[in-house]
Antibody
Framework: EVQLVESGGGLVQPGRSLRLSCAASGFTFDDYAMHWVRQAPGKGLEWVSG????????GYADSVKGRFTISRDNAKNSLYLQMNSLRAEDTALYYC????????????????WGQGTLVTVSS | QSVLTQPPSVSAAPGQKVTISCSGSSSNIGNNYVSWYQQLPGTAPKLLIYDNNKRPSGIPDRFSGSKSGTSATLGITGLQTGDEADYYC???????????FGGGTKLTVL
């Protein structure tokens, strides 16, 4: 069974940093691109970042560009999101999602999604 | 403001049919495949439709997808109370070089 388990969320002050992790199992992790998607409380889905199978292609939403860094460790079947200079508007449930292909852009889809980890940015 | 436009809510009676629209542009829906996601209350999103109109294994044929030009539509027939959820369309935007989602549509089965 394909499983994605996020961790690392919590309460953090504005301007501080946080690192999220996503542990993958049940599939050949280094065959697939991976994504982070977030959902602010009571709001819709917002794509945050995606990374290709070999980290050779990476993309970010404009809202996080320059502050967030996505990475992966294929030996550990893990995906990461380093979040710096956090703002109140970054408060959200952060989901890890598997792409259907090895590249993060184009005619693909997200399946499955993890259960999410909650990040709250507040003083 | 989402790049893809969905109605905030739709409703229908059990057993009836409902459609949810998703409007975009030539840089996203017009030239890329659309996927749809179902988010039941308190749970993570789940893939419902991919490549505009294909259903993953395990998704009943009561759910269907279509695309025409720069718009896509999700159809649900034989509505059940268990279908009450938020539904999101998503696709790649070639101009933004990013994934985009609709704002979501809350389905109420009266």
């Amino acid at each position: 069974e394909v499983q994605l388990v996020e961790s690392g969320g919590g309460l953090v002050q504005p301007g501080r940093s946080l690192r999220l992790s996503c542990a993958a199992s049940g599939f050949t992790f280094d065959d697939y691109a991976m994504h982070w998607v977030r959902q602010a409380p009571g709001k819709g889905l917002e794509w945050v970042s995606g990374i290709s199978w070999n980290s050779g292609s990476i993309g970010y939403a404009d809202s996080v560009k320059g502050r967030f860094t996505i990475s992966r460790d294929n030996a550990k079947n893990s995906l990461y999101l380093q979040m710096n200079s956090l703002r109140a508007e970054d408060t959200a449930l952060y989901y890890c999602a598997k792409d259907r292909s090895s590249w993060y852009g184009g005619d693909n889809w997200f399946d499955p999604w993890g259960q999410g980890t909650l990040v709250t940015v507040s003083s | 403001q989402s790049v893809l436009t969905q109605p905030p809510s739709v409703s229908a009676a059990p057993g009836q049919k409902v459609t949810i629209s998703c409007s975009g542009s030539s840089s996203n829906i017009g030239n890329n495949y659309v996927s749809w996601y179902q988010q039941l209350p308190g749970t993570a999103p789940k893939l419902l439709i991919y490549d505009n109109n294909k259903r993953p294994s395990g998704i009943p044929d009561r759910f269907s997808g279509s695309k025409s030009g720069t718009s896509a539509t999700l159809g649900i027939t034989g509505l059940q109370t268990g279908d009450e959820a938020d539904y999101y369309c998503g696709t790649w935007d070639s101009s933004l070089s990013s994934w985009v989602f609709g704002g979501g549509t809350k389905l109420t089965v009266l």
